[in-house]
């Protein structure tokens, strides 16, 4: 059995979305799927339940993403946990392929590449992800899919998920880099914001959370993996792609400048896109509209 851990607030639009490839074709007693509806205020519990086994649904009035994952990490039954932002999709082939490298030992924790999907988005929104693409940061899915694995050896690492913003690199950072590894043969779909704002805020809340870890952990801090800037400056070498590096640089810089602000003035506010959520809704109220 694999379990899943969901934490989910205010996620009625996607959840049916989410749960409907997690769960298309599962054997009887293959997955143990937790949603975990934190402070909400819409259906997300009710939509959830509409699936029946193997969904378990448990909710609490606080919405708090880390203590969501900690309320189910204390109900999952099973490892290998895979832990899936409620806003993502990734397909049960995907799930089981992270639970069979794990099974295969050598490493702890195992994540799959993020695809944007670009659906609806404004074009400096996609000159943005063009270059994002192209770094290192990239292929390293814990912190960039919005899915990761984890083994029951790996889970031991760390006690409860802190009161962070960033939790998947905190469960990143827990391990050496060759403790953990991208699958580039399997993907989860990322939905981007489709708005240059929307985006330089959801990029704020990133910053915000990876400056607040290294704050916090420092001793973690070395392995974070690659940096970008060697890279980003290599790719100044084509003049074809200096418009988009522009727009890259200038959301990197407008995100980090307001996170900066932000942790100075401990005034951390959860930015969230509505934009991809929206595009989302006429296909997304119920298990069968999928």
């Known amino acids: 059995m694999i379990s899943i851990v969901i934490p989910a607030h205010n996620e009625g639009l996607v959840i049916a ?4 490839a997690l769960t298309a074709g599962a054997l009887p007693d293959e997955l143990d799927v937790v949603v975990v509806c934190n402070g909400c205020k819409d259906d997300t519990g009710t939509i959830a339940r509409g699936f029946g086994t193997p969904i378990r ?5 606080l919405g708090n993403k880390t203590h969501a994952l900690n309320l189910g990490d204390k109900v999952a039954r099973a490892f290998p946990r895979i832990y899936v932002d409620a806003d993502v999709v990734v397909t049960l082939s995907t799930i089981r392929a992270l639970a069979e490298r794990l099974e295969r030992g050598g490493v702890l924790a195992v994540a799959p590449r993020p695809y944007f999907d670009l659906t609806g988005c404004s074009w400096p929104v996609r000159a943005f992800y063009d270059i ?7 292929s390293e899915g814990i912190g960039g899919s919005g899915v990761y694995a984890l083994s029951e050896i790996a889970r031991r690492r760390f006690n409860d998920f802190p009161n962070l913003v960033a939790d998947d690199t905190y469960v990143r ?6 403790e953990r590894e991208t699958l580039t043969s399997v993907k989860s779909i990322v939905f981007a914001p489709h708005t240059i704002n929307d985006l330089i805020a959801i990029e704020a809340r990133a910053d915000f959370g990876t400056f607040e870890l290294a704050r916090v952990y420092p001793e973690l801090w070395t ?11 290599c790719l100044f070498k084509h003049p074809s792609l200096w418009l988009r590096l522009f727009i890259y640089c200038y959301v990197r810089a407008l995100a980090r ?3 900066k602000m932000r942790l100075r003035h401990n005034d951390f506010i959860w930015e969230r896109d509505q934009t991809s959520r929206g595009a989302a809704a006429p296909n997304s109220s119920s298990p069968s509209s999928l």
């Open 132 to 138: 994002r693409c192209r770094l290192p940061s990239f």
């Open 17 to 20: 979305r989410t749960l409907k």
């Open 257 to 259: 400048r307001k996170a």
């Open 223 to 233: 392995n974070k993996g690659d940096g970008n800037y060697k890279a980003l400056m």
């Open 173 to 178: 950072v827990q391990f050496k880099r060759e």
């Open 57 to 61: 649904v448990i909710e609490t009035a």
